[in-house]
């Protein structure tokens, strides 16, 4: 079991240092984005334990909280999406992404659960967004080398809470954003750590090498971009075609 997730952990750099389905030159493609901490997120209720109460009923601090990526580092599974509105675009660092390169989004969730996520479907929608946190900020992309335009959404689901971030050079891109623009055909990264932090989900857009440790190749639903039902129909018609 080491050796895969060993192979699978050097797939997920290999992506971003040889070309693989397309021929495309990713040689110097910029590594993944790391997770980010924060600590203003909060544990879905199903986690949370209820705060001893005074006897006028506010809450007694036995001692401070841990941040949240402490409490979820140890409690929680975490799944990191990338996207993009056009994976035809992704950009290499030659050729420096402008106006004309769409939106770019980084979705990371913690869920206490991720066996039902995965069995029920990963969905996003507008009722998941906590509005009153919404905001914009214009600020300088190490990944992309420029600044940016920066969208963000803070998440609370039944199943998970989070956050979403979506850049772009183009300011109409983020402020023509829409939750429901985000669809699994737009992915180009997804990975999934268990509550000790060990990779148990990889998935790479532009690579062969995928894995998925807790269902095999049982099909996805909503955003988790592989397997699929959709693409393993289309598979299997390729597949038929080169046999005629």
């Not at 997920?12 to 240092?17: A, D, H």
């Not at 021929?23 to 984005?33: I, K, R, W």
């Not at 857009?205 to 995928?210: E, G, I, V």
Request: contains cysteine.
């Amino acid at each position: 079991m080491s050796g895969i997730i060993i192979n699978m952990l050097q797939a997920l750099w290999e992506l971003f240092t040889r070309p693989v389905r397309f021929g495309l030159d990713l040689q110097h493609l910029p590594a993944p984005l790391p997770l980010r901490a924060d600590a203003s997120l909060e544990i879905p209720t199903s986690q949370a334990p209820a705060p001893a109460r005074s006897a006028v009923g506010s809450p007694i601090p036995e001692r401070p909280p841990p941040p949240y990526q402490q409490a979820a580092s140890s409690e929680m599974w975490c799944v990191w999406l990338e996207f993009t509105s056009d994976r035809a675009k992704i950009p290499l660092p030659h050729k420096k992404i402008d106006s004309s390169s769409g939106w770019f989004a980084e979705l990371v969730l913690w869920a206490p659960d991720i066996v039902g996520l995965m069995r029920d479907g990963l969905y996003v929608t507008e009722e998941d967004v906590d509005i009153e946190k919404n905001h914009t900020t214009e600020e300088y992309c190490p990944r992309y080398e420029r600044r940016m335009i920066f969208r963000h959404y803070r998440l609370k689901g039944p199943k998970w809470s989070g956050y979403l971030i979506v850049k772009s050079v183009d300011i109409h891109e983020t402020i023509n954003f829409r939750i429901q623009h985000l669809s699994y055909d737009k992915a180009i990264v997804c990975y999934v750590q268990d509550k000790k932090r060990n990779p148990v989900y990889v998935w790479l857009h532009l690579h062969d090498s995928n894995t998925n440790n807790l269902f095999d190749d049982k099909p996805l639903e909503g955003l988790w971009p592989w397997p699929r039902k959709e693409l393993a129909g289309k598979e299997a018609d390729d597949e038929g075609k080169r046999k005629e």
